[in-house]
């Protein structure tokens, strides 16, 4: 079982009963700061603090849907992301928390962190839940934190390793589309959910 409290003023993921509690890792709370886009290319979307914003990448029909997340807005049909909050509200599980967790192959890794209430024979509450860590992209992540107004993390490590590019959430840059040029902030066009990282010291 995974549990997420603060400790001394940090938030941090705890792996173990509650006999052997070992810290995972510590977490740093961003918030979405910018989505610039989408383009025929995707989106950047700029996540970050006070402290440094770097950037994520998606494909454009989940900037679609992020956007939409954002506005509130639901289409006539019910699309991937409202299939998804279908099954966890029939099952009675809520989103507990988003975490950007990892870099693998130069793609960011996130966690959603899942509980469901434990009923009794008569579907009254026990006191008790479960709690399930489910590996998955940041983009969909993302779309659903913003639909359920979950809060978003990265782990320390990740937030050590991205590179900072604060000063595009204080611009009005635009994306460039696939038969333009790209615009001197971007590197060539990435896959979705590439982190841009630090240039290495010579």
């Known amino acids: 079982m995974l549990r997420s409290w603060e400790l001394n003023g940090r938030v ?23 989505i610039l886009g989408p383009s025929e290319a995707g989106a950047a979307i700029l996540l970050g603090n006070s402290e440094k914003t770097f950037v994520v990448f998606i494909g454009v029909l989940e900037a679609d849907a992020l956007i939409r997340a954002l506005r509130q807005e639901h289409l006539p049909r019910p699309m991937t992301h409202d299939l998804i909050d279908s099954m966890l ?3 009675d599980i809520s989103i507990r928390q988003l975490v950007i967790s990892r870099i693998i192959d130069n793609a960011f890794c996130a966690t959603l962190i899942l509980e469901q209430k434990i009923a009794d ?16 992209r940041p983009s969909d992540c993302l779309v659903l934190a913003c639909r359920n107004r979950i809060p978003i993390h990265v782990t320390q490590k990740v937030f050590n390793e991205v590179q ?10 635009q994306l460039p589309s696939l038969s333009g ?9 990435p896959d979705p959910d590439e982190p841009l990282l ?5």
Do not use: M, Q
Request: charged letters at 30%; hydrophobic letters at 40%.
């Open 89 to 91: 509200l029939g099952f």
């Open 12 to 34: 941090c993921v705890v792996a173990g009963s509650s006999r052997r509690a070992v810290v995972v890792e510590e977490l740093v709370e961003i918030e979405l700061k910018k």
């Open 181 to 189: 040029d790209p615009a001197d902030e971007f590197p060539p066009w």
């Open 121 to 136: 024979e008569n579907g009254g509450s026990v006191g008790h839940s479960n709690e399930v860590r489910i590996d998955a």
């Open 164 to 173: 900072d590019v604060s000063h595009l959430a204080l611009t009005d840059l």
């Open 198 to 202: 630090p240039d290495e010291e010579n």
